[in-house]
């Protein structure tokens, strides 16, 4: 599920179904799925449907914080589970991206998928402290020189 800017829907207007799907850039059957099966408030039941855009507001709020999950130092987000989890024995390798985070990736200890999180650099310590680390360094390419032995080439 993608996230919906929730800034773009004025709260005082009043948004037909098609108004409400161009404003958030979604299906207008979207829309309807939401009304019909998770509660969305339409103003009433006369054709064209219309809902008042604070409702629209206060819905997906409420949708987007029911998926929110806060996690601890040593949690990740399991793709896989949809829950958060530990790291298979507390083991995890951590790569810089660049000079302010870095990649944190380890095991499930559930369901032994891959799981990974950006951090901040300047919470390195806490996260040495919960968790044992290895660093990884940022690989270069090395250009070669020689030339395959095994290529064949015309005209020779």
Same mark, same amino acid.
């Given at each position: 599920?993608?996230?919906?800017?929730? !800034?773009?829907?004025? *709260?005082?207007?009043?948004?037909?179904?098609?108004?409400?799907?161009?404003?958030?850039?979604?299906?207008?059957?979207?829309?309807? /799925?939401?009304?019909?099966?998770?509660?969305?408030?339409?103003?009433?039941?006369?054709?064209?449907?219309?809902?008042?855009?604070?409702?629209?507001?206060?819905?997906?709020?409420?949708?987007?914080?029911?998926?929110?999950?806060?996690?601890?130092?040593?949690?990740? !987000?399991?793709?896989?589970?949809? *829950?958060? !989890?530990? +790291?298979? #024995?507390?083991? *995890?390798?951590?790569?810089?991206?660049?000079?302010?985070? +870095?990649?944190?990736?380890?095991?499930?200890?559930?369901? /032994?998928?891959?799981?990974?999180?950006?951090?901040?650099?300047?919470?390195? +310590?806490?996260? #040495?402290?919960?968790?044992?680390?290895?660093?990884?360094?940022?690989? *270069?390419?090395?250009?070669?020189?020689?030339? /395959?032995?095994?290529?064949?080439?015309?005209? +020779?």
């Amino acid at each position: 599920m993608r996230r919906i800017n929730t !800034r773009t829907i004025k *709260a005082k207007y009043s948004y037909s179904l098609q108004e409400l799907a161009d404003v958030i850039g979604c299906h207008t059957n979207t829309i309807s /799925n939401w009304t019909k099966h998770e509660g969305l408030q339409r103003i009433d039941d006369v054709y064209p449907y219309m809902i008042y855009g604070q409702v629209v507001i206060e819905f997906l709020k409420a949708r987007q914080l029911k998926n929110k999950i806060t996690l601890s130092v040593n949690e990740f !987000r399991c793709c896989t589970c949809q *829950a958060k !989890r530990k +790291a298979w #024995e507390n083991l *995890a390798t951590i790569t810089k991206m660049n000079s302010k985070t +870095a990649l944190l990736q380890a095991v499930c200890e559930h369901c /032994n998928g891959k799981i990974s999180k950006i951090i901040s650099l300047r919470n390195i +310590a806490e996260i #040495e402290n919960a968790l044992t680390i290895h660093t990884l360094q940022q690989s *270069a390419l090395v250009q070669s020189t020689n030339s /395959n032995s095994n290529c064949e080439t015309k005209g +020779a």
